[in-house]
């Protein structure tokens, strides 16, 4: 995984699981990968992995049974997509807003693009 340095690794891993969750390749009760399986694949520190896990349990995306390891909790889906709602409009959205009003487009433009992109990449 490439980490970029505008945001902290933690965050990022909480977007990498909440995208394997939104994308149902992690579904609702199943367990995840271990702090130490995943930090492993990502090559990094498994403290980070734990404080993103940690991130991940206080807003209700994933759970821990005790002494068998880290679930997709039942609101998981609804959560992390109110989660990375959350961030897309505060800190990506306004850079393209930006870009958008520099360039002299207009968010009509883009209907028709998005779309296409869906069709191509989640059909």
Known sequence: MQFRESQAIYLQIADY?????LLKEWKVEERIPS??????QL??????VMRTYEFLQQQEIIYNQRGIGYFVSPPALKNAQSYRRNDFVEKDLPQVFRTMFLLGMDPEELKPRFEKYKKQNFA
Do not use: D, G, S
């Open 17 to 21: 699981v909440c995208e394997k969750i």
């Open 43 to 48: 090559e990094v520190n498994p403290n980070t």
């Open 35 to 40: 702090v130490r399986e995943l930090a492993v």
